[in-house]
Each structure stands twice: as structure tokens, then as C-alpha cells.
């Protein structure tokens, strides 16, 4: 079996779909999402859930198992054995005991999830793990990442998540809290992060910083095709929107994206010195606008980063869009089965 570090091992390919079938599933700010794949890994079954602002805690996990258990009966429609179920959290988890220590999005602090998972008796591994962690590993094993081994994931959403594989594994630091790369610090003087810091770099980019950018520009009298577009309802923004009207050439629209590529691409440049990856996959929103980022990121890795640490590296769209954490999910499950070296045939 070869299982190297560089690029998607290439035992999967011969793999037995009927083999068994894996869950999936991300908790996210606002949603909850459940993908179902046999071992090919073809789908079987997703869903995504939209979930209300003030739902509690209490009512969001019970939802997310009883998705659990309806996708383990789509998962037996094809397969017999469940290989593992995977749950990704836009948060710091603690991998081994699979507590959520912290997610400041979403506001939960100290959540034994694992333990709440195992007593349902799925009858399978189960893994918790933080959101672009799975994301990073799933574009490793099934997007466009699949070549490389020392890879840096970033994907926008509410906040900034962050992921890096070196040698095809993921790098958790000394207690699993690596590559919060969303809360470095780039700001002394800058605005406080749901995290408790001021001047986190995802305050500069993310969801959240590209709608406030949008509204303070609208706010003090420039003129722009989503005030007409949302009514100045602006719960009503979207990134989707956003790019739309910087595509019909909307100069709020162009400039608050351009802004937000300039602070990431600052960033990035200090991360491929720290780092030195063959690539950097860009997920979430940053994939969704990346025909307005992608240019400013570059040019400001070309000012920035080191001359060897800028040359060689590739700055991509990740190929998951808004599936990468399930797909990752399901790629977690792949790498510990065959890090156990017992493939199912
Ligand atoms: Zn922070």
C-alpha cells in the first residue's frame, strides 16, 4: 500500500465502493450540512440545513444527530458498514478528547461533542475536528490540492479558518490548535475579534469585514447598485451579490473586494514566509470572489514574501466551494483507515 506523502494516495482508486459508507457532516455559523458517500466516495445522500439565528445550542446538536441517524440509514441503502463518521466545527477542538474548547462564531465554549456522539452508539469511529482542518485534508484527497504535500488552506466564511498539511499530514501543533492563522494578530490598534483579541486578521477578512466595508462606503454617500438591490436592508448582503455587482462594475463592490484581497494577500505573504508551501487553496468566500482577490493577492506576494517562498508556490481556488469541510469529513475517514493500514476490499 502507498501511502507517501505527495499527492492522493493511489490505492484509493482501486477501492471497492460497496466496501462501507461514511457520514460527514458541518456544523456551521447559520447551517448545518450532511453528506452521506460510499467508498468511491460517490454521494448517497447531502443535505444542508439553513439554521435560525437564536436557535440554542441544545436544539442545534439535537438536530444535527437526529441528521446523523437519517444518514446512516441512507448509508445502509448501499453499503453494510458505517467506515467512521466525521464532524467539522468552526472552532478550536481538542482532537484527541474531541471537546470543542471554543467557537467564537457560533459562541459555544467547552462542548464535549465526541461524548455526545459516542453515546448514540453509532457503532464506528468517530472524529471531531475543527472545520478548515477537514476542509485542507478533503482538497488534498479530492481537490486541488491532490498533487501536493505541503499545503495551506484558507477559507473565508464568518471568520477566517485556516489549515496546512505538510507532507500530506495535517500539522496540529503541540495541542491541536494550529493554523488559527484568522487570529494573528495584524492590527495592534485594530477592532476586537469574537475571539477576545483586537486586530485579528479576520476582522480584515472575512464575511463580516467585507459587508462592514460595503455599508461604511454606502453610509457616507457613495453611490451603489446594492443600495437598490437590498433596500438598505442590509442583512440582505451576500457575497454572492457582491461579486455580482462588482462584475457590472459597481466601484463600492470593486474596491471593498480589492480592500479584503489587499489584507489577505499581506497576510498570505507572511504565511509563505513562515510556511514555505508548494500551495495555497483559497475556500469559502475567497473562492466565490476570487476573479476580484486573486489579483491584488498576488501582486501583494510579489512585494511582500521572500523571493524563494514566493516563486515556486501556486495560489488556487479550492475545488469544494461550500462542500470542502464534508468532503473533508469524508476524507478523514479515508486517512485513518489507511493509516491502520486495514482497507476494506
Ligand atoms: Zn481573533
Known amino acids: 500500500m502507498q ?11 482501486a477501492l471497492n465502493p460497496a466496501a462501507g459508507y461514511i457520514v460527514s457532516c458541518e456544523i456551521g455559523v447559520g447551517f448545518v450540512e450532511v453528506l452521506v458517500t460510499d467508498f468511491a466516495p460517490k454521494a448517497i445522500w447531502q443535505i444542508k440545513e439553513p439554521v435560525k439565528p437564536g436557535t440554542t445550542q441544545a436544539e442545534i446538536l439535537d438536530r444535527v444527530l437526529a441528521l446523523l441517524h437519517e444518514a446512516v440509514k441512507w448509508g445502509k441503502s448501499s453499503a453494510d458498514t458505517l467506515l467512521g463518521i466525521a464532524v467539522g466545527i468552526p472552532g478550536m477542538v ?12 457560533l459562541k459555544w465554549r467547552n462542548v464535549p461533542l465526541l461524548a455526545l456522539l459516542e453515546n448514540e452508539s453509532f457503532g464506528a469511529p468517530i472524529y471531531v475536528d475543527n472545520e478548515a482542518n477537514m476542509a485542507a485534508l478533503g482538497e488534498h484527497y479530492f481537490g486541488a490540492a491532490q498533487e501536493y504535500s505541503e499545503i495551506l488552506y484558507l477559507s473565508g466564511n464568518v471568520g477566517l479558518g485556516g489549515g496546512f498539511l505538510s507532507n500530506g499530514k495535517l500539522r496540529r501543533g503541540a495541542s491541536g490548535m494550529a493554523a488559527e492563522y484568522g487570529h494573528m494578530t495584524v492590527d495592534t490598534h485594530g477592532e476586537l ?15 463580516n469585514s467585507l459587508y462592514k466595508k460595503i455599508i461604511n462606503k454606502v453610509e457616507s454617500g457613495e453611490s451603489s447598485i446594492l443600495v437598490e438591490k437590498t433596500q438598505r436592508k442590509w442583512e440582505r448582503l451576500s457575497v454572492e451579490m457582491i461579486v455580482e455587482a462588482a462584475q457590472a462594475g459597481d466601484q463600492v463592490a470593486v474596491r471593498s473586494l480589492e480592500e ?3 489584507s489577505l494577500g499581506v497576510g498570505i505573504a507572511s504565511l509563505l ?9 483559497l475556500g469559502g468566500i475567497l473562492s466565490i470572489a476570487s476573479e476580484f482577490l486573486f489579483p491584488v493577492v498576488n501582486e501583494e506576494i510579489q512585494k511582500r514574501a521572500l523571493q524563494w517562498n514566493r516563486e515556486s508556490v501556486k495560489v488556487v481556488r479550492a475545488a469544494h466551494g461550500s462542500d470542502a469541510c464534508v468532503k473533508g469529513g469524508t476524507a478523514t475517514v479515508y486517512q485513518s483507515i489507511l493509516s ?3 482497507l476494506p476490499r
Open 3 to 13: 501511502t507517501s506523502g505527495t499527492g492522493r494516495p493511489a490505492t484509493l482508486l
Open 273 to 281: 514566509n513562515a510556511l514555505n508551501p508548494e500551495i495555497v487553496v
Open 260 to 262: 479584503i484581497g489587499y
Open 94 to 105: 481538542d482532537h484527541v478528547s474531541g471537546n470543542i474548547l471554543f467557537a467564537p462564531n
Open 340 to 342: 491502520q493500514a486495514k
Open 193 to 207: 475579534c469574537n475571539c477576545g483579541n483586537y486586530g485579528c486578521w479576520e476582522t480584515k477578512v472575512s464575511q
